[in-house]
């Protein structure tokens, strides 16, 4: 894969320093009023700060490494956000057909029932349909 252009990269350079700058001014002055540093609120105050410029978006902050470690140091109770975990999947599950699918529920409501069933014997001392 090709580097990306000079000019692409120093614009996008800049652009990522701005936004910390942004985010740091927005930090300082919420931290000033004592108020909590949070992602809304960052945007409101740059909003607030800003000389006719479009506010930054929360996204923007989430997405850039620096400003996101500047909301982070602001808020050190803040738990980083976890990557979710795939899903567990069963393979075998998945190369069965419909039918099969189906015989499986049945076969499962069917054994479920019989859990309940003794699960009632055990908690009356018999079944109460006996």
Known sequence: ???CPSGLAKTS???RAATCA???VAIEWLQKQDRPASLRAI???D???SDGQPPLAQSTILNNPEAYELYLQANPARVRPRARKPRRRDKALERKSKAELIDIIHETRAELAQLEQIARKLAFGSDPGD
């Open 1 to 3: 894969m090709s580097e």
């Open 13 to 15: 350079a800049k652009r």
């Open 22 to 24: 942004r985010v740091a």
């Open 43 to 45: 945007t409101e105050a």
């Open 47 to 49: 909003a607030a700060l």
